[in-house]
């Protein structure tokens, strides 16, 4: 086999040309294969990220009716012995109660209904990072008035970039987007445009605005805003709130209807509380969001051990008129979608692999040709046709592994860096992102198995090739090979 080895070797670079497209072709099958499959899992785990591991969580303890109907008489008690059991329960890593009712909010002469949400404001930012959404910048027609260093064109482009945000590499991101001349104003623009607001304490009668929100109601930090809806059991729900901050959230649909409040003061507001015989005051929420310790993915086999945790705590709540739900239950219709959008990409990436194979085929057949002649001697000096057969076996085997390889040391670096890093995608893109509420980032996944899959499947695919090779030497005729 060594011997055989060297052969193959030397064999290669013989016709460096021929080696180098063979490889070369390879090289391209894989780097279009795994950037395009990164690409596709990066959104699909961006997105389970976005909505499930920071919002909806992998798993929710409800009500019995809850999900069919999100009404606020349909709550369940957070009480001590639901909270000691997911306390003790060794593959949940954190839970978090919350309260949600719609809502009217008011300000002068501006109402719009909103989603109220209460939250308990120390757990809410350790499972969902709420505080750094938080905006630190506010882009408008006064902050732009101060950029007189803006070129004119400028001036009018950044019209549209006008908004809350909760960073300087924000800001970037978008005016980047509008257009690169943006590039060595972004640091005076954010110097123009700073804004001010704290983070909710608990039990602290103040509330965060989403940006969109607070722009209708025409509300900054300070301002009072009242909320007006139906509490629990058809009690009305009335409050008047002082705005802490602005949130520049993610989700445009947040954005747009959200308000954050401690727990406490938003079942003050719907009353959603009962007093027990033995004189305890019984504190209702909409739901409690459960992360468990392992990973929310596309992943068939990820769900697969969350599902275990949310039998195990349904078997443990029977009889209690609640139920427990997995994030696949809660999002139906998101995790549909990525379902049918991760089966389009494998049937295109098949697609890329069958179109590849044939021009890899051709230059197999190229090379066929080219040395029939080499093929007939060395059978007619003594070489045998099974080790004539090896020989280009491993020919193709190390071409195909030459150009894996390059593939995978140019992409592993270019993948990680765009993963913590991710392509923003302005104009028309944010718009379509913004259809379903995502924000519009383009990350890739890290590397993980499917730097394996990929590869191996093109290895497959190439050695599919190499049976030509071993049936063309097998009915290969010495005498009309040497006449070639």
Not at 145 to 167: C, D, H, T
Request: hydrophobic share 45%; with cysteine.
């Amino acid at each position: 086999m060594k011997e055989m080895l060297k052969i193959a070797w030397r064999n290669l670079w013989r016709n460096k040309r021929r080696t180098i497209i063979t490889a070369s072709s390879v090289f391209f099958a894989a780097l279009i294969a795994l950037t395009m499959r990164s690409f596709q899992l990066g959104f699909y785990n961006y997105t389970i990220n976005s909505v499930i591991e920071h919002f909806v969580g992998h798993l929710q303890i409800q009500q019995q009716d809850y999900h069919n109907n999100p009404s606020i008489d349909n709550v369940l008690e957070f009480s001590d012995s639901l909270q000691q059991l997911l306390s003790k329960d060794p593959d949940i890593k954190f839970f978090i109660p919350r309260l949600e009712s719609g809502a009217m909010a008011s300000h002068a002469n501006a109402s719009k209904v909103c989603m109220v949400v209460g939250i308990n404001p120390i757990k809410e930012n350790y499972f969902s990072g709420i505080s750094k959404h938080l905006a630190k910048y506010k882009i408008d027609e006064q902050s732009i008035q101060k950029m007189g260093f803006l070129p004119a064109e400028l001036r009018v482009l950044i019209n549209k970039a006008q908004g809350y945000y909760s960073s300087k590499e924000k800001i970037k991101d978008v005016l980047l987007a509008l257009s690169k001349k943006f590039g060595p104003y972004i640091d005076r623009i954010a110097k123009e445009s700073p804004y001010h607001g704290h983070y909710i304490k608990p039990g602290e009668n103040q509330i965060l605005v989403a940006g969109g929100l607070a722009n209708y109601l025409g509300v900054n930090v300070g301002d009072s805003i009242v909320l007006l809806g139906q509490g629990y059991h058809g009690s009305t729900a009335i409050g008047k709130y002082r705005i802490a901050g602005i949130l520049a959230l993610p989700s445009p649909l947040m954005n747009r209807t959200f308000i954050y409040m401690p727990l406490r003061c938003a079942q003050e507001l719907f009353s959603t509380y009962d007093i027990k015989p033995n004189g305890d005051t019984a504190r209702y929420v909409s739901y409690i969001a459960v992360n468990t310790r392992f990973q929310a993915s596309i992943r068939p086999y990820d769900y697969i051990p969350i599902e275990r945790v949310r039998q195990r705590l349904d078997r443990e709540l029977k009889g209690k008129n609640l139920r427990v739900l997995g994030w696949k239950q809660i999002n139906k219709t998101l995790y549909q979608q990525i379902q049918s959008d991760n089966i389009s990409g494998q049937i295109i990436l098949m697609v890329i692999y069958i179109i590849i194979a044939f021009g890899v085929f051709g230059t197999v057949l190229m090379l066929m040709a080219e040395r029939r002649k080499e093929f007939g001697i060395m059978l007619s000096i003594g070489m045998s046709r099974g080790k004539l057969r090896q020989t280009l076996v491993l020919e193709i085997f190390i071409m195909t592994v030459m150009g894996i390889i390059a593939a995978i040391l140019i992409t592993y670096p270019v993948v990680t860096y765009l993963h913590y890093h991710p392509i923003y995608l302005g104009n028309e893109a944010a718009k379509a992102y913004e259809q379903f509420n995502f924000e519009p980032y383009m990350p890739t996944q890290l590397p993980d198995i499917y730097f394996l899959i990929q590869p191996l499947v093109i290895l497959i695919m190439m050695m599919l090739t190499s049976i030509y090779p071993i049936i063309y030497i097998s009915k290969l005729k010495v005498s009309k090979a040497l006449r070639a």
